[in-house]
T-cell receptor
Framework: GQNIDQPTEMTATEGAIVQINCTYQ??????LFWYQQHAGEAPTFLSY??LDGLEEKGRFSSFLSRSKGYSYLLLKELQMKDSASYLC??????????WGAGTKLIIKP | GAVVSQHPSWVICKSGTSVKIECRSL??????MFWYRQFPKQSLMLMAT?????????EQGVEKDKFLINHASLTLSTLTVTSAHPEDSSFYIC????????????FGPGTRLTVT
């Protein structure tokens, strides 16, 4: 079956770094997405990885290892506005997104 | 670019009535649109996938006669919740994809439905 696993909740301190992990199992693979979702709002796109390695985009970086079925989202210099849910989604061979349950990130001052 | 709108953004209706939600791609042609439902503190649940001009493909457990989806043009898809009940109260989100092989889905802002 198809499955995405990510932690339910994480807590970090303002200004610090946090890494949110995601493991996936899909029928075929066409890339791994990370989305940010604030409460009551729709998800917004953060990153897309289809090749192994690290993609850096400002304070956010995303890593993919296809052989391990593993990805992580790295957030640096955390700000209070980064408090949100972070959704990991893998795209299968039919270009359909398989969603994780999301990781709620709580930032403390 | 790649903006998706939804209307209405929130709606309250009485039990037994029907509600229509529109999803529009404003600056691109969406060959495929997706409808999701999200309950509080849960992740997105895909309800159905619709391709322009053809019938929607519903996910297991989603009643096609209750959730009517119409993708009549390359820029518009509608979801009609028929005979709504309080348990249908949820956050409904649409997303759109540009074409075959296009990987990114662009999300609408969502519609919060409350059935009283």
């Amino acid at each position: 079956g198809q499955n995405i696993d990510q932690p339910t909740e994480m807590t970090a301190t303002e200004g610090a770094i946090v890494q949110i992990n995601c493991t996936y199992q899909t029928s075929g693979f066409n890339g791994l997405f990370w989305y940010q979702q604030h409460a009551g709002e729709a998800p917004t796109f953060l990153s897309y990885n289809v090749l192994d390695g690290l993609e850096e985009k400002g304070r956010f970086s995303s890593f993919l290892s296809r052989s391990k079925g593993y990805s992580y989202l790295l957030l640096k210099e955390l700000q209070m506005k980064d408090s949100a849910s972070y959704l990991c989604a893998a795209m299968d061979s039919n270009y359909q997104l398989i969603w994780g349950a999301g990781t709620k990130l709580i930032i403390k001052p | 670019g790649a903006v998706v709108s939804q209307h209405p953004s929130w709606v309250i209706c009485k039990s037994g009535t029907s509600v229509k939600i529109e999803c529009r791609s404003l600056d691109f042609q969406a060959t495929t649109m997706f409808w999701y439902r999200q309950f509080p503190k849960q992740s997105l649940m895909l309800m159905a996938t619709s391709n322009e001009g053809s019938k929607a493909t519903y996910e297991q457990g989603v009643e096609k006669d209750k959730f009517l989806i119409n993708h009549a043009s390359l820029t518009l898809s509608t979801l009609t919740v028929t005979s709504a009940h309080p348990e249908d109260s949820s956050f409904y989100i649409c997303s759109a994809r540009e074409g075959e092989g296009s990987y990114e889905q662009y999300f609408g802002p969502g519609t919060r439905l409350t059935v009283t």
